[in-house]
């Protein structure tokens, strides 16, 4: 099972950018999709963007145009850009990996980093 760490979160204003980062451990993260979710206080996982081990990606239509995913490989690295934040968007965020193909449900992922907390202020 991969191991995910998350970085990249912080405190920023409304109309400002953020890029999430999650890095994987082993050497097999080629073989992973990944996908970003978020959570607000008292509710479950949100999907935001996620990305097959080919490149491919998908992103809610609510979020398309602010919200990017995107992969280096080499780096064993997942990205979340995040563009026009706004106070809405806080929340904590979390990136995952499963195996097969791209899902959009949080209980279909097998692995999960420990999250980042995003806080944007007005």
């Known amino acids: 099972q991969v191991q995910l760490v998350e970085s990249g979160g912080g405190l920023v204003q409304a109309g400002g950018s953020l890029r999430l980062s999650c890095l994987a451990s082993?050497?097999?993260?080629?073989?992973?999709?990944m996908a970003w979710f978020r959570q607000f206080p008292g509710k479950g996982r949100e999907f935001v963007g996620g990305i097959s081990t080919t490149g491919d990606t998908s992103v809610p239509d609510r979020m398309r145009g602010r919200f990017t995913v995107s992969r280096d490989n080499a780096k064993k690295t997942l990205y979340l850009q995040i563009d026009s934040l706004k106070p809405e968007d806080t929340a904590y965020y979390y990136c995952a990996a499963k195996t097969g193909y791209l899902s959009t449900a949080a209980g279909a992922f097998s692995s999960w980093g420990q999250g980042t907390q995003v806080t944007v202020s007005s």
């Open positions: 082993g050497n097999t993260f080629n073989t992973y999709v």
